[in-house]
């Protein structure tokens, strides 16, 4: 077997890992090879130096932020929940509240019907042109009919204006027809 | 912190704990689970500082881990909590990863104690960074679990959610790769 195969077996022996039937083996062979157990015992040094190194103590700083942080986070937690409960509680409370309303037969006030005000246009006005002072007629003289004239812009131009008052006091309700 | 993990993870559950801050936690209590985060904050930092290689990124994964842990409190017991711990710390590293696959590396600013001594560490601290770097994503998963946090073979394959076949050869490429890049670091140390 070369030494090459061997180090794979050597890299376990290192930290331990030998399987009890391959360590016999190995043990015989570094004891007769120089390169094998320099390879062995510089495994074991760089191991033993990284662990060294790991182990040493680390800063109480460090460990005190992480505490610090997840205790923060966890403390933060119940508060979100308790704001979402109560978001939710009033939600359903609202819905509560709508749907109890809309269950709820209401005593239907007397509707209160609108009040109109038809404000008539003013009596058409018949404008007759200035009669001459009255004669006196004479007995036998034949009657003469006086025609009077009417300006139809005067009476029809009016139109009828019907104002319905609401419940509302913001709307009111025009109705306009013509009088003719 | 490494053996706890170990002997809560061959089933013996945590020593010295009465009463156990897992089953309080569970109740809602908050002191309990800040108890619970204390006890195993080194083992979920530190895989993940060695999983992302910097401390900001290892910070945010140990928060949502513990996160997670909060949520799923019901899911745990206090025999599979340090694997469970473990698998949920890959988990949301490897996530991450995938996020961000540019990730920074830098190692931990040292506490000026000693000069001269602290040098030496952080230069021990920087190459094991470093290092970590030039694995695989399996890997780092599987040397971190074994050579670093101290877990068995069995209990990384657990972990890690594969055969404790594969768990041996990625650790042996891991550790031939570490060694090489160890010793071009400190080639005149080593």
Not at chain 1, 2 to 27: H, K, S
Not at chain 1, 92 to 120: C, D, E, N, W
Not at chain 1, 136 to 154: S, Y
Request: charged share 25%; hydrophobic share 45%.
């Amino acid at each position: 077997m070369r030494c090459e195969q061997w180090q794979e077996r050597i890299a376990l022996a290192a930290g331990g890992d030998l399987r009890e039937a391959e360590r016999a083996g190995l043990e015989a062979h570094v004891a007769e090879c120089a390169p094998c157990a320099d390879e062995l015992a510089a495994l074991q040094r760089s191991l033993a130096l990284l662990r060294e190194a790991h182990e040493e103590p680390m800063a109480e700083a460090h460990f005190a932020a992480v505490r610090g942080r997840v205790l923060a986070e966890i403390d933060a937690r119940p508060r979100r929940r308790w704001e979402w409960a109560a978001a939710l509680a009033a939600a359903a409370l609202l819905l509560a509240g709508v749907f109890v309303f809309l269950r709820t037969p209401h005593q239907k006030s007397s509707p209160r019907r609108p009040v109109a005000a038809v404000t008539a246009p003013p009596a058409p006005s018949i404008a007759a042109p200035a009669r001459p002072p009255t004669r006196r007629r004479r007995l036998g003289a034949p009657i003469r009919r006086v025609r009077g004239t009417v300006n139809p812009a005067e009476v029809s131009s009016e139109p009828v204006v019907v104002k319905l008052l609401t419940d509302d006091p913001n709307v009111v309700i025009y109705w306009i027809g013509d009088s003719q | 912190m490494r053996s706890l993990a170990v002997v809560a993870l061959a089933g013996i559950g945590p020593i010295d704990e009465s009463p156990d801050p897992l089953a309080v936690a569970k109740s809602g209590n908050r002191a309990a689970f800040e108890q619970l985060m204390r006890q195993h904050e080194r083992l979920v930092l530190a895989t993940a500082l060695r999983l992302l290689g910097n401390m900001a990124d290892a910070q945010d994964a140990s928060q949502e881990v513990f996160l997670k842990l909060y949520r799923g409190l019901g899911q745990v017991t206090s025999h599979n909590l340090a694997g469970w711990l473990y698998r949920v710390t890959l988990n949301v590293c490897h996530d991450m990863h995938r996020r961000r696959p540019d990730m920074a590396v830098e190692a931990d600013p040292p506490a000026p104690a000693d000069p001269q001594r602290e040098l030496l560490a952080a230069e021990k601290r920087e190459v094991l960074l470093r290092s970590l770097r030039t694995l695989s994503e399996r890997e780092r998963q599987v040397l971190v679990l074994r050579d670093l946090e101290g877990l068995s073979t069995a209990e990384v394959a657990r972990v890690v959610g594969t055969a404790e076949a594969t768990v041996r050869s990625h650790i042996s490429k891991a550790r031939v790769k570490m060694k090489e890049f160890v010793e071009r670091s400190f080639r005149r140390r080593v």
